[in-house]
T-cell receptor, first 113, second 112 residues
Framework: DGGITQSPKYLFRKEGQNVTLSCEQN?????MYWYRQDPGQGLRLIYY???????QKGDIAEGYSVSREKKESFPLTVTSAQKNPTAFYLC????????????FGSGTRLTVV | QKEVEQNSGPLSVPEGAIASLNCTYS??????FFWYRQYSGKSPELIMS????GDKEDGRFTAQLNKASQYVSLLIRDSQPSDSATYLC????????????FGQGTTLQVKP
């Protein structure tokens, strides 16, 4: 079955550590996105990628980095520069264009310990 | 100014009633609109999309779009306790980027 797989489901980060969240899709979608969700709030865009080897910053890119070396994969690194990383991270993909909604992965819950 | 606005709720309705969820948006050029359902602790799931003025029905769900007034609504008929969730409205961002802008969501509680 086609879908998006995020791993791990739960992740704990120590102060000063970089951590990488995995996102893999087998839907043959061109576009992929990373959003962050804080309790009681909507989704805020971190980074997005429309094609391989290209990506753009979203609204809250500071302290995060991404790569898009393969169409299927769009990993997100939360760096030590991100001062408040505790949140629910959602990866999504879509067919390129404005008229298509997203398919979301199951999310990664990151907690700073 | 927020681009997509929703009343955060909670909206509480009795089982079997009609739940009405509303969303307003600021970009008059928006052409497509989406409703997502998010259960607590889970990821959002696309339940409705609408592109033209008027109503679109899918089972117990009806999406209503009024571009002149810049609002989109979601009606849930015969509400069930399993409909209790947060409902997110999403509208494409400016430019042909594929980005979606999400409202903060409305929490719906259906009481048995």
């Amino acid at each position: 079955d086609g879908g998006i797989t995020q791993s791990p489901k739960y992740l704990f980060r120590k102060e000063g550590q970089n951590v990488t969240l995995s996102c893999e899709q087998n839907l043959n979608h061109d576009a992929m996105y990373w959003y962050r969700q804080d309790p009681g709030q909507g989704l805020r865009l971190i980074y997005y990628s429309q094609i391989v080897n290209d990506f753009q910053k979203g609204d809250i890119a500071e302290g995060y980095s991404v790569s898009r070396e393969k169409k299927e994969s769009f990993p997100l690194t939360v760096t030590s520069a991100q001062k408040n990383p505790t949140a629910f991270y959602l990866c999504a993909s879509s067919i390129w264009g404005q008229d298509y909604g997203y398919t979301f992965g199951s999310g990664t819950r990151l907690t700073v310990v | 100014q927020k681009e997509v606005e929703q009343n955060s709720g909670p909206l509480s309705v009795p089982e079997g009633a009609i739940a009405s969820l509303n969303c307003t948006y600021s970009d008059r050029g928006s052409q497509s609109f989406f409703w997502y359902r998010q259960y607590s602790g889970k990821s959002p799931e696309l339940i409705m999309s609408i592109y033209s003025n008027g109503d679109k029905e899918d089972g117990r769900f009806t999406a209503q779009l009024n571009k002149a007034s810049q609002y989109v609504s979601l009606l849930i008929r015969d509400s069930q306790p399993s409909d209790s969730a947060t409902y997110l409205c999403a509208v494409p961002g400016s430019g042909n980027t594929g980005k979606l802008i999400f409202g903060q969501g409305t929490t719906l509680q259906v009481k048995p």
